[in-house]
């Protein structure tokens, strides 16, 4: 697989999670709002990782989004508008996949999934795969 697939398969892997999250808001009955959030934390995650690698960095192994933010940032300054929505979205990284680790709203959710498609749109923009 050469790096382009690579990178693809991490934005496609984005873009997946992101659809979870959404499907799962828009139809399931109650809302699974871990699960939700869980998944938009994923989608971002996996946005930031693919950039890194488009610009020839490793993926870290890490779910600290605003670490991961911070190294895209060195890379392209203006990924900072990105940055407090990577910090909103990091604590859903591990802790909704246990019980009673958090109280998460709707409002919480809805947060999420606006921040997620906002990271995901704004790498999305920066790498140019054909």
């Known amino acids: 697989m050469n790096n382009n697939d690579i990178i693809k398969e ?3 892997f984005s873009e997946t999670d992101l659809a979870a999250a959404q499907h799962l808001y828009n139809n399931m009955y109650p809302k699974p709002l871990e699960i939700i959030c869980y ?7 996996k946005a ?12 870290p192994r890490t779910h600290d989004l605003p670490l991961l933010c911070d190294k895209c940032v060195e890379l392209n300054s203006g990924l900072e508008k990105i940055y407090d929505a990577c910090e909103f979205l990091t604590i859903y ?5 246990y019980p009673y680790q958090l ?5 919480d959710t809805e947060h999420a ?6 990271i995901y749109v704004h790498i999305l923009e920066l790498i140019n795969l054909v």
Not at 113 to 118: G, P, Q
């Open 103 to 107: 109280d998460i709203s709707v409002i």
């Open 39 to 45: 998944h938009c934390e994923q989608s971002a995650e």
């Open 10 to 12: 991490w934005l496609r």
């Open 93 to 97: 990284g591990v802790q909704p996949r």
């Open 113 to 118: 999934l606006e921040y997620a498609k906002y």
């Open 48 to 59: 930031l990782k693919g950039f890194l690698i488009y610009n020839g960095l490793e993926s």
